[in-house]
């Protein structure tokens, strides 16, 4: 056997090919820069594998859950009953798409989608919106109904994630469209929608049969019905301020601050809840009332410039009662305009207090004069801005008797004007305050004169105007109809677009606005010294009411420019006119009515008839006064 040599060579040559190896990893190592990046790298590809995995995951749910499944497939029919229990069956039926049924009317259409059962569009045919595009109020999934509920294998289900069966026969001229959510042939839960001819209102029904062994009715089922409001107008402030939530509780209206970022309340006893636009609503209504209810009502205009397609977001959570195991609720739903001619026809349900028509005095004045009068007006005249502005002629007229009254009223203090003064030179100083003021109430009984009679008439003006204040905002007959400038009375009328924004004001000036305020200046002007013929002198101590009167005759007419320049064109029209007409009727009673001379001669008359016995009212005052006096008198003697 031949024995083995150490071989120098060969071990030169190992200790080169290591230093070589050793050389070449050293040089080529990657950097701190190259380790990050690969570390990332990997990072990255751990997660678009788990992103990966992810969407496999839910493709295999969703084609369990979304597409029809053959009940054969015992693979695709396992995975949906995994995911929904009994409720598997309804997957796997042809309906099982995101396909919709339309039902419509001559005024409105309806789409209601398999997913979810409920209704995905509605266009109402006769409106537009401000920029004459197709008006829905349901659309691109702004709004949600939706049932959620426990089953009786422990799953928490939710209508809106399960496919209904949609079935659409007649019933006479009704349309009517059963959704049903089935877990066996003759076991489900159903939708179902009625439609009448030439109507906004639909009936409306949620009922289950034979569903006591798939839903869990010892817990709560849960009705939830959500909406974002779209802005339908043209100014988004001006229409956020009259979009809220209303509701009638027990018979009992009620309503949520408009102007609130966030408002909830809890209710019982529910008859209706709308969702409200300023000239269009959405409204659901109990057949029996709603034992609870919880309401939430968000406002989406934080920036006026930006927020622009949404002004609030409505949400109503309603628990349901089962009977007997099974569910029974017949409902109505509205989709339609918030016009008081047509929701006045339901009767009974009171939804007329969803137009916005003020409360109390005012509500009672819109409806039982305002209304009418303007409905009769418009009968047979077409053009809207003459019926305002011939309805501000008939309430000018109607309230000419206050005007003149008022004016009446001053013509005789301007009479006794120099003998208060008199009595305010002969009985000077604070200290004869009391004496003064006693001395010019007796001389004011003894002509027969009441100070207080000016103020009445302009009280009695002050229901008419809020009520007006109310009516034009809420009445959608003259939306989107033009008047002279203005191409739509319902909104601003913009004669001129400014390159920036004034605060307070707006970045456009309307000019219906501008006339008004000019009114109210020659207005005031006008009654300036009617004003202050009402007044008595100015006595000492006393604020001098005819400076406050100046203040106040140049800040009315530039807070009225301010504060219309974004309402709406009708309301701005109605003041112009009628502080022109009032200007005009005081000019015919100053000068063709009212005689000085008369009044002074009657005044003087009265001053030599015997006094009137007091009244009781009348009788403590003066006695109050004389105590005080007394007691003034008293303290000055004995400083």
């Known amino acids: 056997?031949?024995?083995?040599?150490?071989?120098?060579?060969?071990?030169?040559?190992?200790?080169?090919?290591?230093?070589?190896?050793?050389?070449?990893?050293?040089?080529?190592?990657?950097?701190?820069?190259?380790?990050?990046?690969?570390?990332?790298?990997?990072?990255?590809?751990?997660?678009?594998?788990?992103?990966?995995?992810?969407?496999?995951?839910?493709?295999?749910?969703?084609?369990?859950?979304?597409?029809?499944?053959?009940?054969?497939?015992?693979?695709?029919?396992?995975?949906?009953?995994?995911?929904?229990?009994?409720?598997?069956?309804?997957?796997?039926?042809?309906?099982?798409?995101?396909?919709?049924?339309?039902?419509?009317?001559?005024?409105?259409?309806?789409?209601?989608?398999?997913?979810?059962?409920?209704?995905t569009e509605v266009l109402l045919k006769n409106y537009q919106t401000y920029n004459k595009l197709p008006l829905y109020i349901i659309k691109d999934q702004n709004a949600l109904l939706n049932l959620s509920f426990a089953t009786q294998d422990n799953r928490n289900l939710q209508t809106k994630e399960l496919y209904f069966e949609p079935s659409l026969s007649k019933n006479g001229d009704n349309q009517v469209?059963?959704?049903?959510?089935?877990?066996?042939?003759?076991?489900?839960?159903?939708?179902?929608?009625?439609?009448?001819?030439?109507?906004?209102?639909?009936?409306?029904?949620?009922?289950?049969?034979?569903?006591?062994?798939?839903?869990?009715?010892?817990?709560?089922?849960?009705?939830?019905?959500?909406?974002?409001?779209?802005?339908?107008?043209?100014?988004?402030?001006?229409?956020?301020?009259?979009?809220?939530?209303?509701y009638l509780e027990n018979g009992s209206f009620e309503y949520m601050n408009a102007m609130s970022d966030e408002d909830e309340e809890d209710v019982s006893n529910l008859n209706w809840v709308a969702f409200k636009q300023q000239f269009f609503t959405s409204v659901l209504l109990a057949?029996?009332?709603?034992?609870?209810?919880?309401?939430?009502?968000?406002?989406?205009?934080?920036?006026?410039?930006?927020?622009t397609v949404y002004t609030k977001k409505y949400e109503a959570y309603i628990p349901l009662q089962a009977k007997n195991g099974e569910l029974s609720y017949?409902?109505?739903?509205?989709?339609?305009?918030?016009?008081y001619a047509v929701l006045s026809k339901y009767?009974?349900?009171?939804?007329?207090?969803?137009?916005?028509?003020?409360?109390?005095?005012?509500?009672?004045?819109?409806?039982?004069?305002?209304?009418?009068?303007?409905?009769?007006?418009?009968?047979?005249?077409?053009?809207f801005g003459i019926v305002i502005i011939l309805m501000t002629i008939v309430v000018r007229i109607i309230m000419s008797p206050v005007v003149y009254k008022s004016y009446l009223s001053s013509a005789k203090m301007k009479v006794l004007r120099p003998e208060m003064q008199e009595i305010n030179e002969k009985l000077k100083g604070k200290e004869?305050?009391?004496?003064?003021?006693?001395?010019?109430?007796?001389?004011?009984?003894?002509?027969?004169?009441?100070?207080?009679?000016?103020?009445?008439?302009?009280?009695?003006?002050?229901?008419?105007?809020?009520?007006?204040?109310?009516?034009?905002?809420?009445?959608?007959?003259?939306?989107?109809?033009?008047?002279?400038w203005a191409d739509d009375l319902s909104a601003y009328d913009e004669v001129l677009q400014l390159p920036f924004k004034i605060p307070f004001y707006g970045d456009h000036v309307s000019l219906f606005p501008i006339l008004a305020s000019v009114a109210i200046f020659f207005y005031m002007q006008m009654t300036q010294s009617q004003q202050m013929n009402m007044q008595q002198p100015q006595q000492e101590g006393m604020p001098d009411m005819q400076k406050m009167m100046k203040m106040m005759m140049w800040f009315s007419p530039i807070m009225m420019m301010f504060f219309f320049n974004s309402y709406a064109s009708s309301l701005s029209l109605y003041y112009f006119v009628s502080n022109l007409l009032t200007i005009v009727i005081?000019?015919?009673?100053?000068?063709?009515?009212?005689?000085?001379?008369?009044?002074?001669?009657?005044?003087?008359?009265?001053?030599?008839?015997?006094?009137?016995k007091k009244s009781a009212f009348r009788q403590r005052l003066d006695d109050a006064m004389k105590q005080a006096q007394e007691q003034q008198e008293r303290q000055k003697k004995g400083k």
């Open 1 to 119: 056997m031949e024995e083995k040599k150490f071989d120098l060579n060969s071990l030169i040559g190992f200790v080169l090919l290591g230093a070589i190896m050793i050389y070449y990893f050293y040089t080529n190592q990657p950097t701190q820069e190259d380790l990050a990046k690969q570390k990332m790298e990997q990072v990255q590809d751990s997660i678009n594998k788990s992103n990966a995995l992810k969407k496999s995951e839910e493709a295999s749910f969703e084609k369990a859950d979304q597409e029809p499944i053959n009940p054969s497939d015992s693979v695709a029919f396992a995975q949906a009953q995994n995911s929904l229990g009994v409720f598997a069956y309804s997957a796997g039926l042809a309906s099982a798409t995101n396909e919709v049924t339309v039902i419509e009317n001559e005024l409105v259409k309806i789409s209601v989608s398999n997913k979810g059962g409920q209704v």
């Open 177 to 246: 469209l059963s959704m049903k959510l089935k877990v066996a042939a003759d076991r489900y839960l159903e939708y179902r929608y009625e439609l009448k001819p030439d109507d906004y209102m639909l009936d409306f029904a949620i009922r289950t049969q034979g569903m006591d062994r798939a839903i869990n009715t010892s817990q709560d089922i849960n009705l939830e019905w959500q909406m974002k409001s779209f802005r339908t107008e043209k100014s988004v402030k001006y229409e956020n301020q009259y979009t809220d939530l209303r």
């Open 287 to 307: 057949e029996d009332k709603f034992e609870s209810a919880k309401l939430i009502s968000r406002n989406l205009v934080v920036d006026e410039d930006i927020d």
């Open 330 to 339: 017949n409902m109505n739903m509205y989709y339609g305009p918030v016009d």
């Open 347 to 383: 009767e009974g349900k009171q939804l007329d207090r969803i137009v916005s028509l003020g409360w109390g005095i005012f509500r009672w004045i819109n409806k039982f004069v305002f209304i009418p009068v303007f409905s009769f007006l418009s009968s047979f005249i077409g053009n």
């Open 432 to 484: 004869n305050a009391m004496k003064r003021q006693q001395e010019t109430m007796a001389i004011q009984r003894k002509a027969g004169v009441n100070p207080l009679s000016g103020c009445i008439p302009a009280l009695i003006q002050m229901p008419v105007f809020f009520a007006l204040f109310r009516f034009f905002p809420a009445n959608i007959d003259i939306r989107q109809n033009g008047f002279l």
């Open 586 to 612: 005081m000019l015919v009673i100053k000068h063709f009515i009212i005689d000085e001379d008369k009044i002074h001669a009657q005044i003087q008359e009265n001053k030599k008839r015997p006094a009137k």
